[in-house]
Each structure stands twice: as structure tokens, then as C-alpha cells.
């Protein structure tokens, strides 16, 4: 469960202002729902922050639901679409979850609006109000709305980066989907909180790049450690929190970045920004406490503007599982 703050720090509201209501964001507009469902924002919330009291730990799964289904093939909910070879089926979204949640903010907001809000803006909502609840409430960033819902899903399109890429590589990857290094950096900055299977780390402590020793970047004693909770042989694929400051596994804050510049990330392209001339400089002023989470809510505004769809590929789903007629391809 997250840590428990004062009164006085819940009340510091730090917003991070993108744009006045009425201004857009490329296709998207802010207050986009303010004639057509004006209370869309209230319903979300409130569906959002009974979920997070009862398991705080969805606020990591919404956020790697929230880039897994945007930087596959848009911000268009395709990856909520059930079917034998959807994109729920790829191997990178088997351990996805959140869908539940999703599904309840639907109903409530279909018996206030119905056929209005588009699941892929639920995503986006959602994903918002979480990071606000795991700040402690010390950060609110805006989003604009306006996504339609896609009407294809296939495992086979799902492109997601490996953690043992490298910086430039996973760079490469963003680019095409026309995000920065910086959105990069503040991306990954998600992994402060949320957990990892041993499976993605046993080479960094066992056998890195086959030469059967650890991996140098590591922090020794994190090496040790983790060897403990992830041992060699085991047969189970154990759970390692991202951000082993245990103090603020469960915050949004700059903890990632100061673990990071101390050699103790956990995933391989974790540490490899800090280590990495294109990028160690923003991990060192980030790891200062420099606007992360104004920067990261710019960050996440992006992302959510990645191939948004049109009228003539998109929709409004009834069901945020199902497309609303049988041209749809999963």
C-alpha cells in the first residue's frame, strides 16, 4: 500500500498547465467532453480512486496498460479488444492488467452518457488519476480527449522495446512514434513504481552478455540482494519491486532516478540511461528532484497523442472488449 502522507502535503497540488481548457493538442482537444458528458472527468475519478483503495498496485498496471496500447498501434484501446489473436494474446501484454477497472468506468459512464466517451480517452483519464492518487496528490497533470476507439487488434503488431535494448536503440524506437529522448527518459521514469519478474534480470546477475559474471554496472551489493530473491535455479518466476527504495516503492517520485545514478536499477535499459552520454545528464537533473512530476505528466500527454485515430478507422465502442460491428480485425 503506498506510504501515508500529512494533511498539509495532500493539500500541495502541483499542476502541471499544458494549456487552457479551450485550446488543442493536434487531434485532441482539452475539455473535449464539456457539452456532451460534462461530468466524464467526476465519474472516471471516482471509479478510479474506489479501485486504487482497494489495490493501490493498479495504479503501475494502468500505466504499462496506458504505453503498451499506445505505442503498439496508437492510443486507440486496441489492446482491450478480447479475440484468440488480439493484442491482449502477444507475449509482452499476457501479464498486462487493469481491464476490470477499465470496464467499470465504461458502465458508470454509459448510464450518464451513453455511446459519448471513448475507451481509449478512459485509458488516458484513468492512467491520470492514478498517478495523481500514487503522488500522494502532489501532482494533477491535463489531458486532452477526443481518441476514437481502433478496430483492429493483432498480436502480431504488437512492437514494444526489450529492456536489454540499448539507449540508442530504444530511442529509435520512440522516434517513430515521434517522442523525444526527453519523453523517453521521463517514460521509463514510470518504473518508479510497479514490479518485475526475476526473468527479466537473471542475466544481469548471473551471466551478463554470456560471460558468466554479473553485470559491472551493478551496484555490487544490489547484485547480492537480488540474488537472494531471485535465485539461479529456481523454478518460480519471482516479483522484484522496480524502485527498491522501499520507502517510496509505491510514490510516484524521483526516487527511480536517484536509484538509478547510484547504479541500482533494476532492468537493464533502467540503468543504462544513467549511464549513457545521450542521456546521463537529464537522469543527474532529474535524480535532483528538477520538475519531475510536471515533466512527467508533459511526457505522458504525449505519449497519449501516438497515432490517434479518425473517423474513418475509428469509433466510439459500446463495450471497450468488442467493436461495435463485425468489421473489426483481431
Known amino acids: 500500500m503506498a506510504a501515508k502522507i500529512s494533511t498539509k502535503s495532500a493539500l500541495i497540488v502541483f499542476l502541471a498547465v499544458l494549456s487552457i481548457s479551450q485550446c488543442c493538442y493536434g487531434k485532441l482537444e482539452f475539455g473535449s467532453y464539456k457539452e456532451t458528458c460534462p461530468n466524464v472527468e467526476n465519474i472516471v475519478f471516482k471509479v478510479v480512486k474506489e479501485g486504487f483503495i482497494k489495490d493501490p498496485s493498479v495504479a503501475p498496471a494502468m500505466i504499462r496498460l496506458y504505453f503498451?496500447?499506445?505505442f503498439s498501434n496508437g492510443c486507440d484501446a486496441s489492446l482491450l479488444l478480447d479475440g484468440t489473436s488480439s493484442e491482449k494474446k502477444a507475449t509482452p501484454n499476457l501479464s498486462v492488467r487493469g481491464y476490470e477497472l477499465l470496464d467499470d468506468i465504461k458502465t458508470a459512464l454509459e448510464?450518464?452518457?451513453?455511446?459519448?466517451?471513448?475507451?481509449?480517452?478512459?485509458?488516458?483519464?484513468?492512467?491520470?488519476?492514478?498517478?495523481?492518487?500514487?503522488s500522494g496528490e502532489k501532482t494533477r497533470y491535463e489531458i486532452p480527449t477526443g481518441r476514437l476507439d481502433?478496430?483492429?487488434?493483432t498480436a502480431l503488431s504488437v512492437d514494444l522495446p526489450s529492456p536489454q535494448l540499448s539507449v540508442?536503440?530504444?530511442?529509435?524506437?520512440?522516434?517513430?512514434?515521434k517522442l523525444s529522448v526527453d519523453d523517453m527518459v521521463l517514460l521509463l521514469g514510470g518504473h518508479t513504481i510497479g514490479v518485475a519478474h526475476c526473468s527479466f534480470i537473471k542475466d544481469r546477475l548471473y551471466n551478463f552478455k554470456n560471460t558468466n559474471k554479473p553485470d559491472p554496472s551493478m551496484d555490487p551489493k544490489l547484485v547480492q540482494?537480488?540474488?537472494?530473491?531471485?535465485p539461479e535455479k529456481s523454478s518460480t518466476d519471482g516479483i522484484i519491486n522496480l524502485d527498491q527504495d522501499f520507502s517510496s516503492s509505491n510514490i510516484v517520485d524521483v526516487s527511480f532516478y536517484k536509484q538509478i545514478n547510484s547504479s541500482r536499477g533494476i532492468l537493464q535499459i533502467d540503468q543504462e540511461l544513467a549511464n549513457d552520454g545521450m542521456?546521463?545528464?537529464?537522469?543527474?537533473?532529474?535524480?535532483?528532484g528538477n520538475d519531475f512530476l510536471a515533466r512527467f505528466g508533459q511526457a505522458m500527454v504525449n505519449l497519449g497523442s501516438v497515432g490517434?485515430?479518425?473517423e474513418q478507422n475509428g469509433e466510439i465502442r459500446r463495450s471497450c472488449r468488442s467493436c461495435n460491428n463485425l468489421f473489426c480485425t483481431k
Open 225 to 230: 540482494e537480488l540474488r537472494g530473491k531471485c
Open 279 to 288: 542521456t546521463k545528464k537529464m537522469v543527474t537533473d532529474l535524480a535532483k
Open 308 to 310: 490517434v485515430k479518425d
Open 150 to 153: 481502433g478496430r483492429e487488434s
Open 68 to 70: 503498451h496500447d499506445c
Open 111 to 134: 448510464n450518464d452518457c451513453h455511446g459519448v466517451v471513448s475507451c481509449a480517452d478512459i485509458i488516458a483519464l484513468a492512467t491520470r488519476d492514478l498517478v495523481t492518487l500514487a
Open 168 to 177: 540508442s536503440q530504444t530511442a529509435a524506437m520512440f522516434a517513430k512514434r
